[in-house]
């Protein structure tokens, strides 16, 4: 497996002691829904993913792979580049999604538990909500 490589990406939200995922929706008109907060419950981010063509939750000590790159000090939202759970759907023998989609990008919402990796044509939507 190849080492993961990652982007954090920019945001106006800046959650400095780290971040726990409170809630997920999903919903085919609304899309995927992730509700961040900060681990002190001060402010929180909605992120939006329109047209998510697949997520997954998983606690963090299942990612071994992503650490330190997708770690709190860098960041908690991630463009995956490489190496994670994309590249393992490229070798899967019955996934036809980078076929279907050659455009999607993987990225993962990081919580001091759980973590959501989402699958996405398009970048994900934050705002601003309170715990």
């Known amino acids: 497996m190849k080492k993961v490589t990652a982007q954090p990406l920019e945001s106006s939200f800046v959650f400095t002691h780290g971040t726990e995922i409170e809630r997920i929706?999903?919903?085919?008109?609304?899309?995927?829904?992730?509700?961040?907060?900060?681990v002190q419950g001060e402010s929180g981010c909605l992120v939006t993913f329109e047209n998510s063509l697949g997520f997954r939750v998983v606690d963090e000590r299942d990612?071994?792979?992503y650490w330190p790159v997708c770690s709190t000090p860098?960041?908690?939202l991630f463009n995956i580049?490489?190496?994670?759970?994309?590249?393992?759907?490229?070798t899967r023998s019955g996934s036809l999604m980078l076929e279907m989609?050659?455009?999607v990008k993987e990225y993962l919402v990081t919580g001091v538990?759980?973590?959501?990796?989402?699958?996405?044509v398009?970048?994900?939507i934050l705002l601003e909500y309170r715990p």
């Open 25 to 38: 929706e999903h919903h085919c008109q609304d899309g995927l829904k992730i509700y961040v907060d900060d």
């Open 63 to 65: 990612l071994m792979e």
């Open 74 to 76: 860098t960041g908690w």
């Open 81 to 90: 580049r490489g190496g994670g759970w994309l590249d393992q759907e490229r």
């Open 101 to 103: 989609y050659p455009n």
């Open 113 to 120: 538990n759980e973590c959501v990796s989402v699958f996405s």
């Open 122 to 124: 398009e970048g994900p």
